[in-house]
C-alpha cells in the first residue's frame, strides 16, 4: 500500500480521537494538524498548505463538521471534507453532502481501519 501525501487538518473535540487520527495519518505518510473546535479550525484555515484537507467531526459542542464545511463554503473555500462521526444517520449524511462533505465515515477505534475505509477520499483530496 501507497503512503499518502499531503496535509490533513483533523477537527475533533475529544483529544483521544484526534490523537487517534493524528496517529493514524501520519504513519501513512500525511502531515496532520490539530484543532479542538470548528472555530479554531476557521480561524486556521489562512494558514492550511495548497492540497490539504479536512477530517471533521460531525457533532461537536461548538461548531459541528457540516456548519465548518458550510462556512468554507461560503468562503470560497473548496478545501475537501471526510466528516467522522460516533453515530451516523441517513439525516446527517444528507446533510453532509448538501454541505460538500463527499464522505461520512464512523469513528473507528481501529485507527488502521480508519485510514483504510478513507484511503479513496484521501487519495484525491491530499
Not at 14 to 41: C, I, N, Q, T, Y
Not at 104 to 126: D, I, N, T, W, Y
Amino acid at each position: 500500500m501507497s503512503r499518502l501525501p499531503g496535509t490533513v487538518l483533523v477537527v475533533d473535540d475529544d483529544a483521544v480521537v484526534r490523537g487517534v487520527l493524528k496517529f493514524a495519518l501520519e504513519v501513512e505518510g500525511l502531515s496532520v494538524r490539530l484543532r479542538d473546535d470548528g472555530p479554531a479550525a476557521l480561524l486556521a484555515e489562512a494558514k492550511w498548505p495548497p492540497g490539504a484537507c479536512l477530517v471533521v467531526d460531525g457533532r461537536t459542542s461548538v461548531m459541528d463538521g457540516v456548519e465548518v464545511k458550510k462556512t468554507l463554503r461560503a468562503r470560497d473555500v473548496t478545501t475537501p471534507a471526510i466528516l467522522v462521526t460516533g453515530r451516523s444517520s441517513n439525516q446527517l449524511a444528507r446533510r453532509a453532502g448538501r454541505s460538500g462533505i463527499r464522505q461520512v465515515h464512523e469513528k473507528l477505534l481501529a485507527s488502521g481501519a480508519f485510514v483504510e475505509s478513507a484511503r479513496p477520499a484521501l487519495e484525491r483530496s491530499c
